[in-house]
């Protein structure tokens, strides 16, 4: 791999990039991953610049434009010093699902790859980056809005009979899928019924032409907590409230996927009369508590394929470039 000709010297050991090497089946990759408000950006663009790395977000919300404050999207400084990939790709009256993300994932690896950069995953979406190491296989069946209007009105109505009929044509999908994960039991039977063959059955694995080390960043709980409170507050100050109420003036109504998404359902009862802005605030704190105890289902401290760091420790960034020294090292 071409990384640029350099050595970064780490007071015990150097990474030596080389130039001219063409891309391989075996593309070194670095994943930074670890639950929301802990770091990951900031550590993934000052590595990506040292390293002459590429960032290609795995955070599925950042995804959409005008969605900017809510999704803590890099800021223009951030994205000017290190290059950034799979932000702002779609309205958000759109939808990026697993599938397209994979596609466009790979390819973008495989370009970065090819002009002699260091690729950088860096996210918080655990099944995002869990389905690209692991080389899942996901049917591109695209939205059926009649369909999911039809599932949705019987999920409102009974979401039980949902999970029950899930569970009559594909057991192996509703032994993995959360019964309450009403929208990916949805997905499911979308593409069951779209294509008269089980969901599980068209959800594969092949090898990805990868070579990973993934980088987990953590603190303790409750300081985690605080720091992200800290984050909500700073995001009302930016004018997280105004840029919902852009969103909705244009039209992107609750019913999409991409208004789902933490720090913009939690409005909803605000502007329709039914909460004060205050509780607003305070339901986001409680639901972004809430997603980092899911974040970290999806990265286990115990997993023995995640390198975890303490996000506060001052020597975070030169421990981190000895990882990945090793790593780049050991090809």
């Known amino acids: 791999m071409a990384y640029g000709l350099e050595q970064l010297e780490l ?4 990474i030596v990039k080389q130039e001219g090497a063409g891309v391989t089946d075996n593309i070194p990759i670095i994943v930074i991953v670890g639950p929301t408000a802990v770091g990951k950006t900031a550590l993934g663009v000052a590595l990506g610049e040292q390293l002459e790395g590429e960032i290609i977000s795995a955070d599925s919300h950042q995804f959409y434009r005008k969605m900017n404050i809510g999704t803590a ?6 994205r000017s010093r290190v290059r950034h990939h799979l932000i702002d790709i779609a309205d958000p009256d759109q939808t ?3 599938a397209r993300f994979l596609q466009l994932a790979r390819q973008t690896i495989q370009d970065v790859a090819a002009r002699g950069k260091l690729p950088f995953i860096v996210g918080g979406t655990g099944q995002y980056i869990r389905a690209l190491l692991e080389g899942w296989q996901v049917p591109e069946v695209p939205p059926d809005p009649e369909l999911r209007r039809r599932l949705e009105q019987r999920a409102h109505e009974d979401p039980h009979s949902l999970w029950a009929e899930l569970l009559w044509l594909d057991p192996a999908a509703a032994d993995i899928i959360d019964p309450r994960n009403i929208r ?10 779209k294509t008269g063959r089980p969901f599980s059955e068209q959800r594969r694995r092949r090898r990805p032409p990868y070579r990973t080390l993934t980088l987990g960043l953590t603190m ?8 992200a409170d800290t984050r909500v507050d700073a995001m009302m100050g930016a004018g997280l409230l105004g840029e919902v109420q852009s969103l909705l003036e244009e039209g992107y109504d609750w019913s999409l996927p991409a208004m789902s998404a933490l720090g913009y359902i939690q409005f909803r009862p605000y502007f329709e009369g039914e909460r004060s802005l205050e509780e607003v605030v305070a339901q986001i704190k409680r639901d972004t508590h809430a997603f980092i105890r899911r974040q970290y289902t999806w990265f286990r401290l115990s997993d023995p394929q995640i390198c975890w760091l303490r996000a506060t420790d001052p020597e975070l960034h030169r421990k981190a470039l000895v990882l990945i020294q090793d790593f780049l090292n050991a090809a």
């Open 184 to 193: 990916r039991v949805i997905r499911a039977l979308e593409v069951t019924l």
């Open 73 to 78: 999207k890099p800021t223009p400084q951030e």
């Open 96 to 98: 990026v699902g697993l």
């Open 220 to 227: 303790e709980r409750q300081a985690l907590y605080a720091r």
């Open 11 to 14: 007071g015990g050991g150097a």
